[in-house]
């Protein structure tokens, strides 16, 4: 079996064990700050967003969508940061989804919003420590541990603690 069916196989183990029980993760709806702020809720009704609720929709660092312009790019007014979507934008997206019967979608737009507060220097770290064999249980209960404790990150801690327990069944920790 290559690594990218392996990867796969724990990928699908973790999905299909995650709330399954009283004692997995929780993927509750709690609004994104952006999202409760304006005390927004949206359905299909409002989708595309952009199209129907643009008012709504603000990126990371809190420009509207409709002051994302190529004039204002070029003036230097904003820039590609200005650009990163923001989690109250990713929590009316699983909003949308939800309304639509698509809970799988609505649950990963909800893991996205935790993670936009993380930097991408870090997110890519703890993919490459989700890899089999890169890291031992402790650490990756420690970056749960620092997902939750520091961006408030619950429900991908919780992801990232399943895939742990996976890989210790399957033999895919590092063993130092």
């Not at 990218?4 to 029980?21: D, S, T």
């Not at 990163?84 to 997206?93: D, K, M, P, V």
């Amino acid at each position: 079996m290559d690594q990218e069916q392996l990867i796969r196989q724990i990928m699908a183990e973790v999905m299909k064990n995650l709330g399954g029980g009283s004692d997995q993760v929780s993927f509750e709806k709690k609004p994104a700050p952006a999202a409760a702020a304006t005390g927004a809720t949206v359905g299909v009704k409002d989708y595309p967003l952009a199209e129907k609720s643009p008012q709504l929709v603000t990126t990371d660092s809190g420009v509207k969508l409709n002051d994302l312009t190529f004039e204002k790019m070029k003036s230097g007014a904003i820039d590609a940061k200005d650009f990163r979507i923001s989690s109250g934008t990713l929590e009316l997206q699983a909003q949308v989804a939800d309304d639509s019967g698509r809970g799988p979608l609505a649950r990963n737009m909800r893991r996205a919003a935790e993670l936009v507060s993380v930097p991408d220097e870090r997110l890519l770290a703890i993919y490459n420590a989700l890899r089999p064999y890169r890291s031992t249980k402790a650490e990756l209960y420690d970056i749960a541990a620092e997902l939750e404790g520091t961006y408030d990150a619950t429900v991908s801690a919780g992801f990232l603690r399943e895939a742990a327990d996976v890989y210790e069944a399957r033999g895919r920790l590092r063993v130092d």
